[in-house]
């Protein structure tokens, strides 16, 4: 099982300050639609061009609509990469929406 946090956990560790990188990896029409404010894109099929912009030393988040790609997207930079600093949003920005942030529409 890949690590994954669910959302309450997510916004507590935001609201304690912790210093966590929010990695989307929707297309650039959802994350224009949606997002969780701080949250950088780098969207699914640029990954294996991109990775490097996710720095090894720091807590990062992955964000995707349900929480599927962005699980993809850990898989695969863990194993190409070997990134061990990841963890899935579950239920991704939806569930955001649904448990923390009304705000955030739902789509």
Do not use: K
């Amino acid at each position: 099982m890949l690590p994954e946090l669910t959302a309450p956990d997510l916004h507590a560790r935001l609201q304690r300050g912790e210093d966590i990188q929010l990695i989307d990896v929707r297309q650039p029409e959802e994350f224009a639609y949606c997002r969780i404010e701080g949250s950088q894109l780098l969207p699914l099929g640029e990954l294996a061009s991109r990775a490097t912009e996710i720095d090894p030393d720091r807590p990062a988040v992955l964000i995707c609509h349900h929480g599927v790609r962005s699980m993809q997207a850990l898989a695969y930079l863990q194993h190409r990469h070997e990134l061990t600093n990841l963890l899935n949003l579950r239920g991704g920005i939806h569930a955001w929406s649904q448990q923390v942030d009304p705000a955030v529409p739902v789509y």
